[in-house]
């Protein structure tokens, strides 16, 4: 041990020397202390070396995820089920591929530890999976029904990685944005009714997660993603209200010419998708 | 919940009863968390008035006072951490794992109770207290409610800063070779924690700060040799590592 460290730190092996020729008590009392922090040093290297790991399979499951809500959003009218299917497939594969490397590292009391390591892609996750399931069924995607589908990812051996309520909301929240986009463009492709849909949907979710940001661990996070979701409300109900007001004057054309509805709804709604 | 929501709810593709349902069920699961919490921190608040009454009883020790009382005084104190840190498992255990999910709320206290600790230990024996011993004192058991080990690390970082102090205090009273055992110790504590391989964190900067207090020992060191107020010169030093 002595001589490992020595080797990592010549200066402390003459320190040991000097001493040892002075205090032959104090020889002992330093080893120790070094041998001690050897230990430490063990620890601390395991911790951040296991860190880096969750953080990498974190930043996967992120891109992967945002590949999926790419997918769910390049869904026409037309092809719904077969965007749809593919979105699923990608979903689960990140799920299969990316995710399940969280599980074997987030043993324990690692799960709280190292939370912030890996909750970012957790949560982008979220967000993709309540995407797909609410462009399929129409329905919120429970923390249950995801925490169900990890239960078999990983060893048996091991504890299943479930997700905590913290990061499901987290995701949850973040579903708005995308849903606003989604409200934008299937408006654009002349989905009219589509919009007033998730208006509501998004709705629901944002007054009931503003009863529980209260009670959140840490709710800073989420506070701002609240005025997110807001605005994202408000744009989703702007965008219902000019087609209920200029789209009225349009209504012979919906069904004659749809070039022309499709500039009046995009017009001005440009940005939204950019933001 | 006004009528007004309700029926836009029902009027809607998705099934906002289960909806409702399932956040009623988080709300119910984040105010039971958030009732550990408080009374963690209550807890803490406890814990913070123990150390505060440790602190001012290990401060006399900058007046002179015998090693042997300040340890006497303390005692009492440790005792009482050492039953705030039994209530704090018995809290823990009721949810198992979650150990770092509340434990910013008292990892401030547990470093500056390790610092003190430390501080105690080291006037009593001269040696550091290692982790393990630290965690004895407080009557910790890895198993269940251990010590974290960056806790008491930033811990040494903080009873490293007590010591410049100390070492003034103790020459003003006349102890000359003081400030020579101090700074070998913190020479040997600094060493021991270049052997860590740290991140960009609290306890990098903590542990940065420490060449401070050492640059600080040093300098008295050399005050008091240079005058030959110490009664071993600094020449035996030399001699010994000729």
Avoid at chain 1, 15 to 21: F, P, T
Avoid at chain 1, 139 to 157: C, F, M, R, V, W
Avoid at chain 2, 8 to 15: D, F, Y
């Amino acid at each position: 041990m002595s001589s490992k460290s020595s080797r990592l730190h010549p200066h402390l092996e003459e320190a040991s020397i000097l001493i040892s020729a002075k205090k032959p008590r104090r020889v002992l009392n330093n080893c120790a202390m070094k041998e001690e922090f050897e230990k430490y040093a063990d620890y601390l290297n395991q911790l951040n070396d296991k860190r880096e790991r969750l953080v990498k399979a974190s930043r996967d499951v992120t891109i992967n995820s945002k590949k999926v809500i790419f997918q769910v959003h390049r869904m026409t009218k037309h092809d719904k089920g077969e965007v749809l299917e593919k979105a699923e497939k990608d979903l689960a594969a990140v799920t299969d591929q990316h995710v399940s490397k969280l599980v074997k590292e987030l043993q324990g009391t690692d799960f709280w530890k190292l939370r912030r390591a890996y909750s970012p892609g957790i949560q982008e996750y979220v967000e993709a999976a309540v995407l797909c399931k609410f462009c399929k069924n129409g329905t919120l995607l429970s923390l249950d029904e995801i925490n169900k589908s990890l239960l078999q990812l990983g060893d048996p051996s091991v504890e299943p990685l479930q997700i905590n309520i913290l990061d499901y909301l987290l995701g949850v929240g973040d579903v708005t944005g995308e849903l606003m986009r989604l409200a934008t463009i299937r408006t654009s492709d002349g989905e009219l009714e589509y919009a007033e849909t998730i208006c509501r949907f998004v709705r629901d979710i944002y007054r009931e997660l503003t009863l529980l940001v209260p009670d959140m661990d840490d709710n800073s996070e989420m506070k701002k993603k609240m005025e997110t979701m807001l605005q994202s409300v408000m744009k989703i109900e702007n965008n219902c209200y000019k087609l209920r007001v200029r789209g009225s004057e349009f209504i012979p054309m919906r069904t004659l010419n749809c070039e022309v509805k499709v500039s009046i709804v995009t017009h001005g709604e440009d940005k939204n998708l950019d933001s | 919940m006004s009528t007004s929501t309700r029926a836009l709810s029902s009027s809607s593709s998705s099934s906002p009863l289960s909806i409702q349902n399932q956040f009623g069920d988080f709300h119910k699961q984040l105010e039971d968390s958030g009732v550990i919490r408080e009374r963690i921190q209550s807890l803490v608040r406890e814990m913070e008035r123990a150390i505060r009454l440790m602190q001012s009883s290990i401060i006399l020790i900058h007046q002179s006072l015998p090693v042997s009382e300040v340890l006497e005084k303390s005692r009492f104190q440790i005792d009482v951490l050492r039953e705030l840190y039994k209530r704090l498992c018995e809290i823990l255990s009721e949810c198992p794992g979650q150990y770092y999910r509340y434990h910013g709320d008292w990892k401030t206290e547990t470093q500056t109770v390790v610092s003190l600790l430390a501080f105690l230990h080291w006037l009593e024996t001269g040696n550091l207290l290692i982790h393990k011993e630290a965690e004895e004192k407080l009557g910790l058991d890895s198993s269940e409610f251990g010590l974290d080990i960056e806790d008491y690390l930033i811990g040494l970082c903080f009873m490293s800063n007590e010591l410049p102090r100390y070492v003034v205090n103790q020459v003003i009273s006349g102890d000359y070779d003081c400030p020579r055992e101090a700074l070998k110790f913190l020479k040997d504590l600094h060493s021991s924690f270049l052997v860590l391989n740290l991140r960009n964190d609290f306890l990098r900067r903590k542990f940065d700060g420490m060449k401070y207090d050492l640059k600080r020992l040093e300098e008295i060191d050399y005050d008091v040799n240079i005058r030959g107020l110490s009664a071993k010169k600094p020449k035996q030093d030399q001699d010994a590592e000729a």
